[in-house]
């Protein structure tokens, strides 16, 4: 794989900042910015902002999601809940743990 990739953000070449002007004088243009590419992979190893990737899954979440569809939710077993109140001279509150159950 190569050192760098492109931003993914469907309009990163839109935006108007300087890092993205390329080309000589009399034919310049906002270029897509390249994606340095390190060891671990996450959404920062194909978008340049948060903005790009908020874009891209806007425009794509129904593809996306067809790729695995839930049909069910999801469920983890966990014990009753226990709530414990505090107080002090002046409010009182209450707490209540949540644990999940040993399997």
Same mark, same amino acid.
């Given at each position: 794989m190569s050192e760098h990739v492109w931003c993914h953000g469907p309009n990163c070449h839109t935006y108007? !900042?300087?890092d993205r002007v390329r080309g000589s004088k009399g034919s +310049? #243009?906002?270029? !897509?910015r390249k994606i340095k590419q390190y060891n671990y992979r996450n959404m920062y190893s194909y978008f340049?902002? $948060?903005s790009c990737y908020n874009e891209?899954? $806007? +425009?794509? =979440?129904?593809? #996306? =999601?067809a790729i695995a569809p839930r049909r069910e939710p999801l469920e983890t077993p966990i014990e009753d809940p226990v709530r414990t109140k505090h107080s002090n001279p002046y409010h009182n509150w209450y707490d209540t743990e949540i644990r999940v159950k040993e399997v």
């Open positions: 108007h !900042t300087l +310049k #243009v906002l270029r !897509t340049c902002s $948060n891209f899954a $806007n +425009k794509y =979440i129904e593809q #996306v =999601i």
